[in-house]
């Protein structure tokens, strides 16, 4: 393994372990599936990945990169919304709610990698992570509503990784991507989203506990 496949190894590990991480938690702690499901998806992605930086297993970077479309057309900005609306907005899903929201958006998923679709998949994908990325400035602006500084800054840096890694992904190439062993692209995104999904389990917990302390004692 050349020093280039290690690295991109490493940062697969550290996604991959954030995720499991967080995702456990969001269910144990916090009873919210989507959020936690939705993480462990991630994780999955990511130590399939792994696989194949590590041994050059085929199977597992065609596991990574459906789970990749997804997180990126129905997980981060459909899924993880509805997540979030737990503690934003009070929205209790039922557990039929969770289970069809997974079951069409994997369906879904499936047609959106037809090869009709693969002109304008870029564009969608863009599209799908500035309605994120709209949500997560308004998730910032309920943190710093209750005195949540430091959560907010870290949603909005976050978040802004997280759109750069969105805009580059399928336009723009960083120069000597094909030979950087830490500045390429995949390196970069793969911390990015373990720093974007640790920062919302935070500011989800957070915002939980803001809220608490602010409701009227009955």
């Known amino acids: 393994m050349d020093a280039r496949s290690l690295i991109l190894s490493l940062s697969c590990?550290?996604?991959?372990?954030?995720?499991?991480?967080?995702?456990?938690?969001?269910?144990?702690?916090?009873?919210n599936y989507l959020l936690?499901?939705?993480?462990?998806?991630?994780?999955?992605?990511?130590?399939?990945?792994?696989l194949f930086q590590a041994v050059g297993y085929?199977?597992?970077?065609?596991?990574?990169?459906?789970?990749?479309?997804?997180?990126?057309?129905?997980?981060?900005?459909i899924i993880t919304i509805l997540g979030l609306m737990v503690v934003t907005r009070g929205f209790r899903p039922s557990a039929l709610v969770d289970v069809l929201v997974?079951?069409?958006?994997?369906?879904?998923?499936?047609?959106?990698?037809l090869d009709v679709f693969a002109g304008v998949l870029p564009y969608f994908y863009v599209l799908m992570a500035l309605l994120f990325a709209g949500y997560?400035?308004?998730?910032?602006?309920?943190?710093l509503?209750?005195?949540?500084?430091?959560q907010a800054a870290s949603v909005l840096l976050a978040m802004s990784g997280m759109l750069a890694i969105a805009l580059i992904y399928d336009f723009y190439e960083i120069p000597g991507e094909a030979t950087n062993v830490v500045l390429?692209?995949?390196?970069?995104?793969?911390?990015?989203?373990a720093y974007l999904f640790a920062s919302l389990?935070?500011?989800?917990?957070?915002?939980?506990r803001a809220k608490a302390r602010a409701a009227p004692v009955s």
């Open 13 to 31: 590990l550290v996604l991959a372990l954030t995720m499991l991480v967080y995702g456990i938690l969001f269910i144990r702690r916090h009873k």
């Open 36 to 50: 936690g499901v939705e993480w462990l998806i991630v994780a999955v992605s990511a130590t399939n990945m792994l």
């Open 58 to 77: 085929p199977l597992g970077y065609e596991i990574s990169m459906f789970l990749d479309a997804f997180s990126r057309g129905f997980g981060i900005p």
């Open 102 to 113: 997974f079951a069409i958006s994997i369906p879904a998923t499936f047609l959106l990698r």
């Open 136 to 143: 997560l400035i308004h998730f910032a602006r309920l943190l």
């Open 145 to 150: 509503g209750y005195g949540e500084r430091t």
């Open 184 to 193: 390429n692209f995949f390196n970069l995104a793969l911390l990015t989203w």
């Open 201 to 208: 389990y935070y500011a989800y917990g957070a915002l939980a």
